[in-house]
């Protein structure tokens, strides 16, 4: 018994020190950027060795030879065209999609009324209505800002409507009780409480903003990055193509990480507990 | 003329209207508590032990019979009514302290200074001094219980309802709560209505002990502990305490048995 006891701190104490592959996988992002390497790299040699042909799926060396000769002031152009529609169409939809989630948990004639019409919207496709807004409300940002809202603002709505719903009914008894104000009720329990529910809409809902800005460039644009893929690909240079594609994905990631940072500095109570 | 009894129920009925069809909850019932008194409930799951606090806290309102508190009929939600819920139920963002004086902020939006002295008085009395500045996160359960009860108390009310308030504990963690308990309210005497599923807690916090026959729930019978205050640890072992204890389980099993 006491033997155990004993030779067990030392062994423990010697795993510590031992550099560990599964330990560094386990660093944040390790292991993540180990398998985008290790695709890329699988890539570039299938595409050597068995030959594809560029027009088919270029090379990633092709692909981002491109960058350079596009050159900075023209990808950030692009970038910031789209941007500038992703985020602000995001933001719209938060303005819009939390209100109206206190709104249903508030009111059960609304939530009967308003929450079918939702689903509705939800359910038609948006890329179909997108050509119509852009018809509507003609050029500029205000058509592609209000596509990207409506892709990006159904899942906000419901994820915080679900959370407004899940405070703890003894706190909903107890704000009651106590008489209190009811916009204390949503300002103070609910809304608080509704935050875990909002960041995991908002992670979806801030790639499909990307979405959303790509969508209404490919119905009607002069600039950003969407825009840039079709006019690359109506060209036939495939490379530069895929290069925007590359770019659309990491302004995805760089959104999607920007929200898991806000909520980390934000709201570190609430993420899950660690084990 | 003799003062009102802190609560008195007068054959109070309630039937819930569910998806499901008809639930009688509660039939007939009558009983009164003094002001200070201890009472303790005990009954069969789902024989309407909640239903009864909601109803003195005014949170819901009686299909037939009446609530008085202080001799007055309850008509809506009343503020010198403290709840302790089964569980804590803290606002995870908040330090321990305000969660403490959340009750205050909900009700007038802030919370001053005196407020916040009176919170540290609360968490030093139910034993968490310096654990102002602390998230419920980094408590165990009894420890966040206690904020409970302190949250309970902050409003000095005259009425404290207890739903099971030590059920999630472990058994060491929860004698050592009603002993706290007992002291609490030694120091600030209370009118205390306590749910609870444990017979020998019941015997030793109570004055008197409510037992309650299965839905619809009824009141089988009331005994008074015969055991004089001020009560401590040894309590516990008085052959008065256990022989009420053991009555009870009696009278409970007798009714699972029939
Ligand atoms: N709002 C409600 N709507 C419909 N039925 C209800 C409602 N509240 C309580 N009931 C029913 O009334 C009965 C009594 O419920 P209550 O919660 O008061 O029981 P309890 O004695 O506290 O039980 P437990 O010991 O399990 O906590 C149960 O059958 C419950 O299903
Ligand atoms: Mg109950």
């Given at each position: 018994m006491t033997l155990s006891i004993e030779d067990a701190a030392p062994r423990g104490q010697a795993a510590a020190r031992r550099p560990d592959l599964r330990r560094m996988l386990a660093a944040p992002g390790a292991a993540a950027l180990l398998a985008i390497l290790g695709t890329v790299a699988l890539w570039e040699l299938a595409a050597r060795v068995l030959g594809i042909p560029g027009y088919l799926l270029p090379a990633p060396s092709a692909i981002f030879a491109t960058f350079p000769s596009i050159g900075a002031a023209r990808w950030g152009s692009h970038v910031w065209a789209t941007l500038r529609v992703a985020l602000t169409g995001f933001g719209l939809a938060i303005a819009i999609a939390v209100p109206l989630a206190v709104a249903l948990v508030r009111s059960p004639v609304l939530n009967r009324t308003l929450y079918p019409l939702l689903v509705i919207v939800q359910s038609t496709p948006v890329v179909a209505i997108a050509p119509i807004i852009i018809v509507v409300?003609?050029?500029?940002?205000a058509p592609r800002i209000v596509i990207t809202t409506l892709i990006c603002f159904f899942p906000l709505v419901v994820s915080t409507a679900t959370g407004l719903a899940a405070t703890p009914p003894e706190l909903i008894e107890l704000s009651k009780s106590l008489r209190a104000p009811p916009i204390r009720e949503i300002t103070q329990i609910r809304l608080p409480f509704a935050v875990p529910y909002i960041f995991s809409a908002l992670k979806i809902s801030v790639t499909l903003s990307v979405i959303g800005a790509v969508v209404a460039e490919f119905c009607a644009s002069d600039a950003g990055v969407g825009y840039f893929i079709q006019f690359s690909t109506s060209m036939f240079k495939l490379p530069q193509a895929w290069a925007g594609l590359f770019v659309l994905a990491a302004m995805s990631l760089a959104l999607f990480q920007a929200v898991v940072l806000a909520q980390r500095l934000l709201f570190p109570w609430s993420l899950p507990r660690k084990p | 003329m003799q003062p009102p009894p802190a609560i008195r129920f007068d054959r109070l009925g309630q039937v819930f209207e569910t998806r499901s069809g008809r639930v009688e909850?509660?039939?007939n019932v009558s009983f009164e508590v003094a002001r200070h008194e201890f009472l303790a409930v005990l009954g069969p799951s789902g024989c309407g032990k909640s239903t009864l606090l909601r109803m003195i806290a005014g949170l819901l309102q009686p299909s037939s019979g009446a609530v008085e508190v202080f001799g007055r009929r309850v008509t809506g939600p009343r503020e010198d009514i403290g709840i302790v819920f089964q569980k804590p139920t803290l606002l995870p963002w908040a330090t321990v302290e305000e969660n403490v004086t959340f009750p205050l902020r909900h009700k007038r939006g802030r919370a001053g200074r005196p407020d916040r002295e009176r919170a540290q008085a609360l968490l030093r009395m139910v034993g968490?001094?310096?654990?102002?500045?602390?998230?419920?996160?980094?408590?165990?359960g009894g420890m966040q219980q206690r904020v409970g009860i302190a949250r309970a108390l902050l409003m000095d009310p005259d009425i404290l309802l207890m739903d099971e308030?030590?059920?999630?504990?472990?058994a060491l963690t929860r004698e050592e709560m009603g002993f706290d308990l007992l002291r609490i309210f030694g120091e600030r005497p209370k009118t205390v209505v306590f749910i609870t599923h444990s017979v020998s807690e019941a015997a030793l916090l109570a004055d008197r002990v409510l037992v309650m026959t299965g839905r619809?729930?009824?009141?089988m019978t009331e005994l008074p502990v015969p055991v004089a205050r001020p009560r401590g640890r040894e309590t516990i072992e008085d052959p008065a305490v256990t022989g009420l204890a053991a009555q009870l389980r009696n009278l409970l099993l007798q009714r699972e048995a029939a």
């Open positions: 409300l003609g050029a500029g940002d | 909850a509660l039939r968490l001094e310096g654990f102002g500045k602390r998230l419920p996160d980094e408590l165990s308030p030590f059920s999630a504990l472990d619809p729930g009824r009141v």
